[in-house]
């Protein structure tokens, strides 16, 4: 479901120092816009198209997101919408990425149980 590449990222929009992790998500982009900020709530946001970036200049941190354009998967007459996004992390250490991650996934989580 997702992967960190600590290498050399794949990504166009990364760099060499940067981490990349690539997600499947059941959202349109509208769903996606909506909850993010509660994923960031200390950061400053720029938005850019498809492109999310978030800094927290006193940190030194900064994230990239990078989104697909709209997918729609058909099962039978059920069409489900979903997005690939690649986050990519700098100057995030082992353990901050990994926190952040908790929450994202935390607030993007869909359905009960």
Sequence with gaps: MS???RDKPDEPFAQEDEDVERL????DHAEFFRLF??????????YDGLIVTVVWSELGQRLKVVLSDAKTR???RLRIPYLNVALIFSGFSEDEH???MVGFR????????
């Design 37 to 46: 900020p509660r994923v960031v709530p200390d950061g400053k946001i720029t």
């Design 106 to 113: 935390r607030a993007f989580q869909k359905g009960g149980g």
């Design 98 to 100: 990994r926190e952040f």
């Design 3 to 5: 992967s960190v590449e």
């Design 24 to 27: 499947e998500m059941g959202f």
């Design 74 to 76: 058909e099962i039978g």
